[in-house]
């Protein structure tokens, strides 16, 4: 047998497309963020790299001259832009005296979505990149490594190498079959169904018209528009926005039959939108942002507009990102999210356990107890 060998990457320019894409083809369905183009989209428009804190180490697995695996991965200078939050860990480790950053981490940096971060399907490199990152890290001298928004198989996979599993959650909307959103809001209880309907109402009499885009329809003009409301949404939340404007007219070139923007226009003037990925099965809403605030568009836009498009599609879910318990009412359910952790300091390494063990139980009762006051009906 051809023995595996891990190389390094710090630009993800340097390893052809195909056969990156044939790694994450071979990984599971199609997930828009690991696909090459969206990872070379946010390096060569300086979203990432130098200055950012996320700094390129992908790890890719040979056998001979044969890629058979990758991994994204990423030198972190701090943990901004991962939606996997490991703040407080960074604090107590610092206070104690050591040095958490930089870290290392294998994610798609700012993209709160489950997806595969070993793309493979040769179960023998899985294990093999798993250990490649941990002894980058060791070998650097860096505090951990840490995977984000993994896969359950992934997962699973963790503890055989000492990586910690831990779990957090997000909602996300699930297809039941449904041949319309009326079908969709017929599983609801009397009272969630009316709401949603008047939401609609009222977001859809704002004055003007939605428009959903996808492939050739969007244009140049489009982007533009996007750009001022990310610029809105990602000062108020972040105080900098993470992506340059260079990513989206990348998005424009290599992406748009992956995406779906949905925009509101009133009086001749584009005033919002809602920017999401299209995946195999699921569908991925990223971005949203206003320069008018009228009563339930954001809804509409970000949830209501998605769920017709994945119904219309035959899409299985969709994943409307980070945060949200309002989206419980609007038929987004509680699901886990994954990742896994390996800590360096042995000492910390056992802190951080306990409080892991810990988190787990509570998000798997909150899980369980939030799907209790979904809007679903209850019984025939």
Request: with cysteine; proline share 5%; charged share 25%.
């Amino acid at each position: 047998m051809t023995d595996t060998t891990l190389s390094i990457l710090e630009n993800i320019a340097d390893i052809p497309a195909a056969d990156w894409d044939a790694c994450a083809a071979a990984s599971g369905p199609f997930d828009p963020f690991t696909a090459h183009r969206f990872l070379l989209a946010l390096e060569q428009s300086g979203s990432v790299g130098e200055g950012t804190g996320w700094q390129p180490l992908h790890l890719i697995a040979r056998e001979g001259e044969t890629v058979t695996g990758a991994m994204p991965l990423y030198a972190k200078f701090h943990s901004q832009g991962e939606y996997i939050f490991d703040h407080a860990w960074a604090g107590a480790y610092e206070r104690a005296g050591g040095k958490y950053y930089p870290k290392l981490l294998s994610a798609v940096p700012f993209t709160p979505a489950t997806g595969p971060r070993l793309l493979t399907g040769n179960d023998t490199t899985r294990h093999a990149l798993i250990e490649g990152g941990k002894r980058l890290a060791r070998s650097n001298g860096l505090s951990s490594f840490h995977i984000n928004f993994c896969t359950a198989d992934e997962h699973a996979l963790g503890p055989a190498h000492d990586m910690m599993p831990r779990l957090t959650e997000q909602f996300h909307w699930h297809n039941g079959g449904y041949a319309s959103f009326d079908d969709f809001l017929a599983a609801l209880s009397s009272r969630k169904r009316k709401m949603i309907r008047k939401e609609r109402r009222q977001a859809q009499g704002f004055g003007g018209e939605i428009v959903p885009l996808t492939g050739d329809r969007i244009r140049p003009e489009h982007w533009d528009a996007f750009w001022q409301f990310y610029q809105d949404t990602g000062a108020r939340k972040w105080g900098t926005p993470y992506l340059t404007r260079a990513f989206f007219d990348r998005m424009q070139e290599t992406m748009r039959d992956d995406i779906l923007l949905v925009l509101a226009r009133r009086e001749g003037r584009w005033i919002a939108g809602a920017l999401n990925f299209i995946g195999a099965d699921t569908l991925f809403g990223r971005y949203w942002g206003c320069v008018e605030d009228h009563p339930a568009l954001h809804f509409e836009l970000c949830y209501y507009q998605a769920i017709d498009f994945a119904i219309a599609r035959g899409l299985q879910r969709v994943e409307a990102g980070a945060q949200g318990g309002h989206k419980l009412a609007r038929g987004y359910l509680p699901a886990p999210v994954r990742s896994l952790h390996w800590i360096a300091d042995e000492g910390f390494r056992e802190a951080v356990d306990r409080f892991l063990q810990d988190e787990r139980e509570a998000v798997t009762e909150d899980i369980e107890t939030m799907k209790g006051y979904g809007p679903f009906r209850k019984g025939p």
